[in-house]
């Protein structure tokens, strides 16, 4: 799964879904320089990706995509489920998206919530910097329609040092989102048990 994805699985604990989020930047195994909830919170990331990795489910609704986006499926894959959980969020979540957003920026985009006094911690700037754009282009809120996840695809795709069709995600998800969000619901179900998250 993508942010949204992430931040939903991290159970309305702000703290938790930054540290959530930067797992995307922590490289390597070294965490004795992190404070206990970055600890956590990449622990988490890395738990989620794995999860979604290796589900039965995910990877038998990816055996098509991979012809349709070679190297890129997972990818894609992670942008479909964002946009279909954001499509469908009060299934999953009691909180209106927009609020739900609202509140997690209003406590990341804060300079005293980007430090720690244990580990003398500071998230990093290139990682601040990515939070501040998907605030203002409003990615996670732009996620419910179609255009939100034309915008992702193509940022993406022009990211990836790779030639690349993501761009043309849109336009398959489209083609195949019945199977797409059958797989999406039932993945979700078991996700949300799995790490022990309510709608609430």
Known sequence: MNYLGHLLLSGNNNELMMANLYGDFFKGSHYESLPGIIEEGVHLHRDIDSYIDHHPITRAVLKPLYDLLPKVAPIALDLFFDHLLAKNWSQYHVQPLNKFVADFFEYALKPENQIFVEKNFAYPKEFI???????????????????????????????????????EGPTIFTENESLIAVSFHQYMKEAMERFGIQNN
């Open 129 to 167: 910097e990515l939070l501040q754009i998907i605030h203002s282009s409003k990615w996670l809120t732009r996620y419910q329609e179609l255009e939100g996840l034309e915008f992702a695809c193509k940022g993406l795709s022009q990211r990836i040092n790779f030639d690349n069709n993501l761009h």
